[in-house]
Every structure is written in C-alpha cells, then in structure tokens.
C-alpha cells in the first residue's frame, strides 16, 4: 500500500502559519507586502498572479499589482523594478515569467533586488544557496523540502534522483537535497539510459515535462516519487510527468497531479515573503 503526499493539506497548513505570524508581528506596523508585475495577456501567467494575489489576502499580506501591456519595453520593466526595490513598504517583488519576447529575462531578474527577490531567480540567492548560506530559495524546489520533511520521508544517505536541471526547479532541487546529506544524481532529456539511474533512487524527483514520461519500469520498489509536471491531456483531464496509476502501487509515497507539489510554491511564496518582512523590519 501507497500512501499520498497530501500537498494541498501541507500548503493549507503552511499558510496558515504564515498567517498567524503575519498577523502576529503586524499587530504594531505595517503588513508583509508582495508585489507582482504582470506584463502582457497570456491567461495562465493570469491565473497564477491571481492565485498569488488571493493567498496574499488570506495570509493577511498587503499586495501590489503591476499589470503591464504586452508592447512594454525592457526599459519600462527595469524602471519599474527600481522603484518597487527603493519602496520601503514593498517586501517582495515577482516578476511573472514567461515575458514577451523582447524583453531580456536574465536582465530583469538581475534588476530585482536580491534582498526582495521572493522567487530566488537572482543569481546571488542562486549562488548563496550554492554554498550554503541564507539566502531566498526559488519557491518549488523548497515546497518539495517542506513536501518531504512533513511527510516524516528521510533524507540524509538516501539516493536521489532528480530528473529536470531546469534554473528554477531541477538545480536547486539537486542543491537542496545534497544540503539535506543525499547522495544526488541529476538526469535530463540527454541521459543515455533514463530507467537505469531512475530505479536506482530511494527517492525520485520528477521535473522533465514531459506528459506521463515514468512508468513503472523506472520506478524501485519503495521509492518516494514526487512530481513536478501539469499538463493538460487529450480529455482535458490533468496529468503529471509521471504516469500516477501506472506507478503508484510501486511506491511507498507519491505525490498527486493536481493537488501534490503545485500548492506548495504559493504556500513558499507567502513564507518567503514573510521572511523578507522580518529581515526589513527587524520584527
Ligand atoms: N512562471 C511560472 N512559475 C513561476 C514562478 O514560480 N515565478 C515566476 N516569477 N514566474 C513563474
């Protein structure tokens, strides 16, 4: 028998933590606040900035919507970005990603700065996480921690097998689990025998987007698997990079598409920015 990693009921759990302590160190001033740049019209960036703006009202948080158009300019972004980072009252700037395409990613994530940078884009949170030293961690990668830590899984000598060395979840994931004491191996869409080093994890990490890719033939008995992916099938039902029916018998843990590590981001978000407001008020 399986057991399901519940991460709707641990992010619910983690916000209202966050929630309370909110509410707690912002009985005297002002609140934790997050600010979020939008620019152009794709739906699901607006879905999400939505999503991101409701859990912010339920954590008790001040929230900042930026809504760009798509014809914005790099420069008009960057302009932007600087005044949110010499706001004294904004905790936490977000730009959504993907953006229009010709505005430079790298450069704009640069621009935010690196004590305000919520989603641990900028290369200096990326560096600190590197070599162990505090600094924002990009919000997937540490919800699969919290995922994992809460569900009593044990980290420390265990084989790891991250698939996915995307910037934003497969090598900071690999990072945080070596900081955990695993042994860790990363494989991506050039692994020449995929099967062969995903069975040899105790615990399997899946971020390769790809529909359904782990079967049960790359899967050890016993394995923890947690999967990263949503995508939407032919019936318009979601599914995750791992086939869940197919595999889960095998497991001993398995998250769910939907309702596994998707919650957990935004739960992440809202803990790293409670974070921030405590580093800027001293609170
Ligand atoms: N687009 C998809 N996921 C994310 C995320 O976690 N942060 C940002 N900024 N954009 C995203």
């Known amino acids: 028998m399986y057991g399901i990693i519940d991460g709707k009921a641990i992010s619910q759990a ?24 939008l620019v152009g019209s794709d739906p699901a960036s607006a879905v999400y900035v939505g999503n991101k703006k409701k859990a912010c009202e ?15 300019t790099e420069e008009e972004v960057l302009k932007k970005i600087a005044e949110l980072n010499s706001d004294e009252n904004v905790d936490g700037i977000l730009v959504q990603l993907p953006l229009p395409k010709h505005i430079n990613e790298d450069n704009v994530i640069l621009a935010i700065d690196p004590s305000k940078d919520v989603d641990g ?9 590197l070599i162990g030293r505090d600094g924002f961690v990009s919000c997937t990668p540490a919800g699969i921690i919290e995922l994992l830590k809460r569900s009593d899984v044990d980290i420390q000598g265990k084989e790891c097998v991250v698939v996915g060395r995307s910037n934003i ?19 991506h869409s050039r692994t020449k025998d995929l099967k062969e080093v995903t069975k040899r994890a105790d615990i399997l990490i899946v971020a390769i987007g790809k529909p359904r890719l782990i079967t049960k033939e790359y899967v050890k008995d016993g394995a923890v698997v947690i999967d990263v992916g949503i995508h939407r099938t032919e019936n318009k039902k979601l599914c995750g990079d791992v086939d869940f029916d197919d595999v ?10 939907p309702g596994g590590v998707g919650p957990m981001t935004i739960a992440m978000l809202m803990k790293n920015t409670l974070i921030s407001f405590k580093n800027r008020t001293g609170r």
């Open 169 to 187: 979840v497969g090598k900071p994931m690999a990072v945080l689990m070596l900081r955990e004491n695993a042994t860790v191996t990363v494989c």
């Open 248 to 257: 889960c018998e095998r497991t001993s843990l398995i998250t769910p598409v």
């Open 121 to 129: 884009f900028h290369p200096v949170n990326v560096g600190n996480l």
């Open 14 to 37: 983690i916000k209202d933590e966050v929630k309370a302590e909110a509410e707690k160190l912002s009985e005297t001033g002002r609140k934790p606040c997050l600010a979020v740049i």
């Open 58 to 72: 339920y954590c008790g948080f001040d929230s900042v919507s930026i809504e760009m158009p798509e014809e914005t």
